[in-house]
């Protein structure tokens, strides 16, 4: 069946350090995929979307890169800032089929 | 432009009764969604919408929860009889144009559900 998977529960940084966070899928359909960003008390909101074409996203300093051989889609961000603390969900559609991962919490202290 | 809004924002209810939750997509966005989001794990969605029509409602427990969108505008989620199991954040979500599930969706604050 369709699935994604984030190996990765919480990843604690400091400020300044690279992060990478790992998501995989299972899917019949070539997909699109998504990764949104939760902060406390709020609704997800699109951080990155990546589709068969394109391969890879930039936006906000982080960068996803889409690789089909092996059907992950990394998020990773060169320096993080504190303000960056939140939960990060890799988000996979097709075949009007629309599954979030469990989340990984970022936390960064300053 | 306003964005999704949600009402009410908080709930609680004893095992058994109904509650109802209202959602307002954001103008001239066709498709709508409603997930399901226990604490601590990530939105599991339960029905969409485009228009007036359900596009998806596999994950929809049609024993218990209910769902409408009659004029493809507003859209209401109903638990019939809430169990304690139910106790999540109810998220409504709306995109754009003909994206579908392809496009971005927006988020509304979500419901918070308690069932005692």
């Known amino acids: 069946g369709d699935s994604v998977t984030q190996m990765q529960g919480q990843v604690t940084l400091s400020e300044d350090d690279f992060l990478f966070i790992n998501c995989t899928y299972s899917?019949?359909?070539?997909?699109?995929l998504f990764w949104y960003v939760q902060y406390p008390g709020e609704g997800p909101q699109l951080l990155l979307k990546v589709t068969t074409a394109n391969n890879k996203g930039i936006s906000r300093g982080f960068e996803a890169t889409y690789d089909k051989g092996t059907t992950s889609f990394h998020l990773q961000k060169a320096s993080v800032q504190e303000s960056d603390s939140a939960v990060y969900y890799c988000v996979r559609t097709g075949g009007y089929k629309v599954v979030f991962g469990s989340g990984t919490r970022l936390l960064v202290s300053p | 432009e306003a964005g999704v809004t949600q009402s009410p924002r908080y709930a609680v209810l004893q095992e058994g009764q109904a509650v109802s939750f209202w959602c307002d997509p954001i103008?001239?966005?066709?498709?709508l969604y409603w997930y399901q989001q226990p604490r601590d794990q990530g939105p599991q969605l339960l029905v969409y919408?485009?228009?007036?029509?359900?596009?998806?409602n596999s994950q929809l427990p049609s024993d218990r929860f209910s769902a409408v969108r009659p004029k493809g505008t507003n859209s209401t989620l109903k638990i019939q009889s809430a169990k304690q199991g139910d106790t999540a954040t109810y998220l409504c979500a709306s995109s754009p144009g003909t994206g579908g599930a392809l496009a971005e969706q927006f988020f509304g604050p979500g419901t918070r559900l308690t069932v005692l």
């Open positions: 103008s001239g966005h066709d498709t």
């Open positions: 919408f485009r228009d007036e029509a359900v596009i998806d």
């Open positions: 899917t019949t359909w070539y997909p699109t």
